[in-house]
């Protein structure tokens, strides 16, 4: 009897431990946008793919709008081991040390997503992925969320339109000139606070891709939106080193297929999703949309690109250079 119990005991404990060993392996993928932006999506798709491709052996575990950690939480907790998995926009690796990412915030360096592609694809792009290595972060891809336009509640048609006006920003000093650039004053803030700063008025206005002016219902506190296309707003996919240096390889090379199909999907549908929530912004009746002339466009391009020159210092200006040289921009051609 006591062999019998003893061996049912065992088989117990075998079953246990196999069914422990067959646990999948979670990556939590924490991000601060709305589901439906390609930043969401595009997480989505990657859970989707991670699970069909490793055959379950991972479990990515999506927590979108802020629901895990806010904009200034996220970068610590993926380098303590809280989340194994983020997509921060580019802006915030300044504030991390990694300041030449911040070329990504200079106003009107990049005319088209073919000139971004050139960067981003291209070894500039991998360069600066390698530089957060040190940081215990790395770096697997560039995701497009697309061109940021300002909004504010007078019309926009000039820079002077925006003189005096409080304008939230991320955390980014090339965007805190961009703002006084304009005569602006740059107001520092969580993207998950943008919505309540605009209704109570604490903040006039904001830079955004109009994906996630829609998605965040921004468009239903400022009645005017100009289509400047002045930025660009991207993400960069990242995971905690350590964890993802201890991989199994064969897992490893699985999730590097799952992201870069994820990566073409969300880039894909990035324009797809800025063009259909303009449409839905413009049947709200909620905002009034402006499509500067090439005159004013212009004119906003000569008060900003001089952004470029001030920061040179700051994110280096062979990084600007490298860019410059990439991409065939000429500051001086304005």
Same mark, same amino acid.
């Given at each position: 009897?006591?062999?019998?119990?003893?061996?049912?005991?065992?088989?117990?404990?075998?079953? $246990?431990?196999?069914?422990?060993?067959?646990?999948?392996?979670?990556?939590?993928?924490?991000?601060?946008? $709305?589901?439906?932006?390609?930043?969401?999506?595009?997480?989505?798709?990657?859970?989707?793919?991670?699970?069909?491709?490793?055959?379950?052996?991972?479990?990515?575990?999506?927590? $979108?709008?802020?629901?895990?950690?806010?904009?200034?939480?996220?970068?610590?907790?993926?380098?303590?081991?809280?989340?194994?998995?983020?997509?921060?926009?580019?802006?915030?690796?300044?504030?991390?040390?990694?300041?030449?990412?911040?070329?990504?915030?200079?106003?009107?360096?990049?005319?088209?997503?073919?000139?971004?592609?050139?960067?981003?694809?291209?070894?500039?792009?991998?360069?600066?992925?390698?530089?957060?290595?040190?940081?215990? &972060?790395?770096?697997?891809?560039?995701?497009?969320?697309?061109?940021?336009?300002?909004?504010?509640?007078?019309?926009?048609?000039?820079?002077?339109?925006?003189?005096?006006?409080?304008?939230?920003?991320?955390?980014?000093?090339?965007?805190?000139?961009?703002?006084?650039?304009?005569?602006?004053?740059?107001?520092?803030?969580?993207?998950?606070?943008?919505?309540?700063?605009?209704?109570?008025?604490?903040?006039?206005?904001?830079?955004?891709?109009?994906?996630?002016?829609?998605?965040?219902?921004?468009?239903?506190?400022?009645?005017?939106?100009?289509?400047?296309?002045?930025?660009?707003?991207?993400?960069?996919?990242?995971?905690?080193?350590?964890?993802?240096?201890?991989?199994?390889?064969?897992?490893?090379?699985?999730?590097?297929?799952?992201?870069?199909?994820?990566?073409?999907?969300?880039?894909?549908?990035?324009?797809?999703?800025?063009?259909?929530?303009?449409?839905?912004?413009?049947?709200?009746?909620?905002?009034?949309?402006?499509?500067?002339?090439?005159?004013?466009?212009?004119?906003?391009?000569?008060?900003?690109?001089?952004?470029?020159?001030?920061?040179?210092?700051?994110?280096?200006?062979?990084?600007?250079?490298?860019?410059?040289?990439? &991409?065939?921009?000429?500051?001086?051609?304005?």
């Amino acid at each position: 009897m006591k062999i019998s119990k003893l061996l049912a005991g065992l088989f117990l404990g075998v079953a $246990a431990f196999g069914a422990f060993a067959q646990q999948p392996i979670v990556i939590k993928f924490s991000h601060v946008v $709305a589901v439906d932006t390609p930043k969401g999506k595009g997480a989505e798709y990657f859970a989707k793919k991670a699970g069909e491709l490793t055959g379950g052996k991972v479990k990515v575990e999506v927590y $979108a709008n802020s629901t895990l950690y806010k904009d200034k939480e996220e970068m610590e907790a993926l380098q303590l081991g809280a989340v194994q998995m983020l997509a921060p926009s580019l802006a915030k690796f300044g504030p991390l040390g990694v300041k030449e990412f911040e070329v990504f915030d200079l106003p009107f360096i990049f005319s088209s997503y073919d000139d971004l592609r050139k960067v981003t694809n291209g070894p500039v792009g991998k360069q600066l992925l390698s530089k957060l290595e040190p940081k215990g &972060i790395r770096g697997l891809a560039y995701w497009d969320n697309g061109f940021k336009s300002f909004s504010a509640n007078t019309p926009i048609k000039m820079p002077a339109d925006l003189k005096g006006k409080k304008m939230r920003i991320q955390s980014s000093k090339v965007l805190e000139e961009q703002m006084r650039a304009l005569g602006s004053l740059p107001q520092q803030m969580a993207f998950s606070e943008v919505y309540q700063a605009l209704q109570t008025g604490v903040v006039d206005g904001t830079e955004n891709p109009i994906s996630n002016l829609y998605t965040q219902k921004m468009h239903e506190v400022q009645k005017h939106l100009a289509l400047t296309d002045h930025g660009y707003l991207g993400y960069a996919v990242i995971v905690n080193k350590k964890f993802w240096d201890g991989l199994p390889a064969d897992i490893r090379g699985q999730l590097e297929k799952a992201m870069e199909e994820s990566t073409r999907y969300a880039n894909q549908i990035a324009k797809v999703e800025n063009d259909t929530s303009l449409e839905a912004v413009k049947k709200s009746g909620k905002t009034q949309v402006y499509q500067p002339t090439k005159e004013e466009r212009l004119a906003f391009k000569k008060q900003l690109v001089p952004v470029h020159q001030k920061m040179e210092s700051r994110i280096g200006k062979d990084v600007i250079q490298n860019v410059y040289k990439e &991409i065939g921009f000429k500051p001086d051609s304005l």
